[in-house]
Every structure is written in structure tokens, then in C-alpha cells.
């Protein structure tokens, strides 16, 4: 008995070694902090993005004839939220699987030895399919999110107008929580990151404002 929990640690036997071993290669490569990083930053990427959108969508709409400008809308948001997720897992499983190589590469050379299958070795490779799982799906569920009332328009369930303030709503709101989670992880004040976080949305939507007025955009 005292064998088995020796060899699990804190991971529980029953879960079958999997945890335990994902979350010793994480600890083993500061895999944790790395894939932390990326929650937050993608996520706050994401939804900008959307943010950038939605505000395009709703200053540009003629409300005269919005369904064809809203489909486009709806189909640039979605198509973008997929290609954030591919670009993102992508872009950071190449970006990590070669700082990881590396990191293995100096190890071994200045250990005088091979240590391309070692349990670092191995441990890099895990981390940088984690690393990228995080760093895609993070902005496309953060985009995925305030979409969703989108997707109420073309059933009649909400008005298009209503559908691009309850998004920008939605948006607000994830933003702050990145705020205060990136609070919470500095261990400072988690009311002010909340507040600086929600403050670039607001410049952002702001400027988009500016912007449709000055080109004459605006629907």
C-alpha cells in the first residue's frame, strides 16, 4: 500500500498513472505557468477580436435590410473563433516543441550525454501538446462565448440589435473575470487588473466608434 502511494504522490491510483504523469511533466518543464500564461493572454486576444467585430456588425448594418449584413457578421465571427483555434494550436505546438528541443539540447550537451529520450525529453513533448491545447481553445471558447447570442438572431428569438449588446455585454464581463484571474495569479489587487482588463474594451469599442465616424462607415 505504502509502495502504491509512493508512486502516485498526490494523484490518485485509481485515475491510472495518466494525471500523475501529465502533471509531473508539467511541473517537471513549468508547463503550469507557461499554459497559464497562455489562458489569459488568447483569451483576452479572443475576445477583443470579437469585440471588434460585433462593434463592426453594429455600427455598419443598414437596420433597413439587416439580414445580409448580419449573415456575414455572424459567418466572419464563427469562421474567425475556428481559425483563432487552429492558428493558435498550431502556431504554439511548433513555437513550444521547439524551445522544448532546445531546452533538451543544451541539457544534454552541457550533461556531456544523449538526453533525446530522456524523461525531460519526454516531458517537453507533453508540455508542448498541452501548452498548445490551451493556447487554442482559450481564444475560441473566449470568442465562442459572446457569440452565442448571435446564433438566437436567425430563429427569431432575439432582435439583431439586442443579439450585438448582449454579445458586447458578455464581452465586458470575460474581460473583467480575465482581470481579476490574472489578479488572483499576481496575488495583488484583483479589482484593479479587473478594471484595467475591462478598460481596454472599452477603449477598444471607443475607438471603433471613432473610427466608423471618421471613415463614415457607420450605418
Known amino acids: 500500500m505504502a509502495d502504491t502511494e509512493d508512486t502516485n504522490g498526490p494523484y490518485p491510483a485509481h485515475e491510472g498513472g495518466f494525471i500523475h504523469r501529465l502533471m509531473r511533466a508539467l511541473e517537471l518543464t513549468q508547463g503550469v505557468e507557461i499554459a497559464?500564461?497562455?489562458?489569459?493572454?488568447?483569451?483576452?486576444?479572443?475576445?477583443?477580436?470579437m469585440l471588434g467585430l460585433i462593434l463592426g456588425g453594429l455600427l455598419t448594418i443598414n437596420p433597413l435590410?439587416?439580414?445580409?449584413g448580419f449573415s456575414a457578421i455572424l459567418l466572419a465571427a464563427f469562421g474567425t473563433s475556428i481559425a483563432m483555434a487552429i492558428s493558435g494550436f498550431s502556431g504554439s505546438y511548433l513555437a513550444e516543441s521547439a524551445e522544448q528541443d532546445r531546452a533538451v539540447e543544451d541539457l544534454g550537451r552541457a550533461m556531456l550525454t544523449d538526453?533525446?529520450?530522456?524523461?525531460?525529453?519526454k516531458a517537453g513533448k507533453t508540455t508542448s501538446v498541452v501548452v498548445a491545447l490551451v493556447d487554442g481553445a482559450s481564444p475560441a471558447i473566449?470568442?465562442?462565448l459572446i457569440i452565442i447570442p448571435l446564433f438566437f438572431v436567425p430563429?427569431?428569438?432575439?432582435?439583431y440589435?439586442?443579439?450585438?449588446?448582449?454579445?458586447?455585454?458578455?464581452?465586458?464581463?470575460?474581460?473583467?473575470a480575465l482581470g481579476l484571474f490574472l489578479g488572483a495569479?499576481?496575488?495583488k489587487n484583483m479589482w484593479s487588473y479587473g478594471a484595467k482588463t475591462l478598460f481596454a474594451g472599452i477603449v477598444t469599442a471607443i475607438l471603433m466608434v471613432v473610427i466608423s465616424w471618421l471613415t463614415g462607415a457607420a450605418g
Open 36 to 49: 497559464r500564461r497562455y489562458l489569459a493572454m488568447n483569451a483576452f486576444d479572443g475576445a477583443l477580436t
Open 65 to 68: 435590410n439587416p439580414q445580409p
Open 115 to 121: 538526453m533525446s529520450d530522456s524523461m525531460y525529453a
Open 142 to 144: 473566449a470568442a465562442f
Open 155 to 159: 430563429t427569431g428569438i432575439l432582435e
Open 161 to 176: 440589435h439586442f443579439a450585438f449588446y448582449m454579445s458586447i455585454g458578455i464581452c465586458m464581463t470575460l474581460l473583467f
Open 185 to 187: 495569479v499576481s496575488k
